[in-house]
């Protein structure tokens, strides 16, 4: 179920996937700026040369990882809910069964979005917007598959906390 969220595919070594997975496998363990290069080079096993020929800086890395985090997180979850009957409250109760399979794998280390918006002044304006992309995201997503009301997420809390 929840094997889509990891970022550990097995691609061809030395590909652009590769190496992303690689630098997502220790952005989620460690933290995004406590990663560096270096550390990406090695648990890729590709030469600087290599990596940033395939990604010119550590921001577009960490762009890619939070972008594909987003695609993969929400997608699914979308498709868990997509076999869920159209009632309210049984959708609610699968997003809190999803949440639960989600925490209790041994993997889990917190969601790499609050992660990220923790160490938000350090990072590039492209990571925050990609952040900011997935609240929004969910906000949809839990107003439009989960309520089953598009109007409902007027009601729900954006990130700074106003409503929206």
Known sequence: MFGALRINDDPP???AEAILAAAGR???ARGLTAVVMQ???AAAGVSLKKLYATYSSKEE????YLHRCNERWLGALTDYLQDVEPETLAR???LFDWLDGWFHESTFNGCAFSNAHGELGA???SARAIVTEHIGGLRTLLADEVLLDPEQHQRIP?????QR
């Open 13 to 15: 070594a030395g590909s």
């Open 158 to 162: 954006a990130a700074d906390g106003e």
């Open 39 to 41: 550390d990406i080079r």
């Open 61 to 64: 890395l960490v762009t890619a």
């Open 92 to 94: 609610v109760r699968a």
């Open 26 to 28: 220790l952005f989620y």
């Open 123 to 125: 990072l590039p304006d």
